[in-house]
């Protein structure tokens, strides 16, 4: 199983034998090794889906929305009795940025000095991996008691439209509510156990688009700057607190993601600018 990474180096997963799934290291680099940048499901879902068959998975995949928007999830159970606990993740990772500034290639899945570097080993392929060693221990171990299964959703980088809210409703609709429910995000900065989340705030994401006057910079008199204007709404919304935290939450904070201004002219000010 080969794929191109962005820089066109091809990375290839190795073909896991069925003993080498409790081993979550190995897991984590088999999938790393596939790139799976956000909304791209590249061939990660497939890999992980085989591996979970050999352990004896029922596997149904839910692709969900259409064209662009189309998302790749599955869901995988092994067991059908109670009590039942799934396990919850995403494949897609967000993009690796300038390649040249990583340490080791982002899909190489390297190891040095105990660490294992490679787009995804922390957010969140590796908790992946741990899902998979876990069963594949208990297995050999002698089986499951109850249920297990597995939640996977191919976009919980991106919009997240068709990813696990809408596989939760086929859950729903298939009588495939568990009991307990394990999302293996990296919560833990420095040592495992540090903590435990016991809840989500969300997010909102927006767009301001600033409109000006577009001229020559010679002429900045008969000209509106977009940009000018946009740095002081920014600032703005930068120094106004949004709250200032709970006992489980610390205080939510604005991040600007990008400015958008599309002028490949160095000597023209913009009409209009954008920004996330």
């Known amino acids: 199983m080969t794929e191109m990474t962005t820089d066109g180096t091809a990375c290839t997963a190795p073909t896991l034998r069925p003993g080498d799934l409790s081993n979550p290291v190995a897991v984590a680099q088999a999938l790393i090794r596939l790139p799976s940048v956000s909304p791209d499901p590249g061939e990660s879902q497939q890999l992980l889906a085989s591996m979970l068959e050999t352990l004896g998975f029922s596997v149904t995949h839910l692709p969900f929305g259409e064209g662009a928007e189309r998302t790749p999830n599955f869901f995988a159970r092994l067991?059908?009795?109670g009590p039942h606990i799934c396990y919850a993740g995403h494949t897609d990772v967000v993009p690796p940025g300038r390649v040249d500034d990583w340490r080791y290639p982002p899909y190489e899945a390297h190891i040095a000095d105990g660490l294992l570097y490679?787009?995804?080993a922390c957010d969140m392929k590796g908790g992946i991996a741990a899902f998979v060693a876990a069963v594949a221990r208990q297995v050999a171990a002698g089986g499951v008691q109850g249920s297990i299964s597995l939640l996977i959703t191919g976009d919980e980088e991106g919009p997240a439209t068709y990813g696990t809210s809408k596989v939760?409703?086929?859950m729903q609709a298939h009588d495939q509510i568990p009991d307990y429910c394990l999302v293996g995000e990296p919560t833990?900065?420095?040592v495992l156990g540090e903590m435990v989340k016991v809840g989500r705030r969300g997010s909102l994401n927006a767009q301001i688009v600033v409109e000006g006057t577009q001229g020559h910079v010679a002429y900045p008199q008969r000209a509106d700057n977009p940009a000018h204007r946009l740095l002081a709404v920014l600032e703005a919304?930068?120094?106004t607190p949004l709250d200032h935290g709970t006992q489980y939450f610390e205080p939510s904070s604005?991040?600007?993601?990008?400015?958008?201004?599309?002028?490949?002219a160095t000597n023209v000010i913009p009409a209009r600018l954008r920004h996330n």
Do not use: C, H, K, M
Request: aromatic residues 4%; without cysteine.
């Open 79 to 81: 067991g059908t009795g």
């Open 118 to 120: 490679g787009r995804g």
């Open 254 to 264: 604005l991040q600007v993601t990008s400015i958008d201004i599309g002028n490949d």
């Open 168 to 170: 939760l409703e086929w």
């Open 188 to 190: 833990n900065p420095r």
């Open 237 to 239: 919304l930068r120094a």
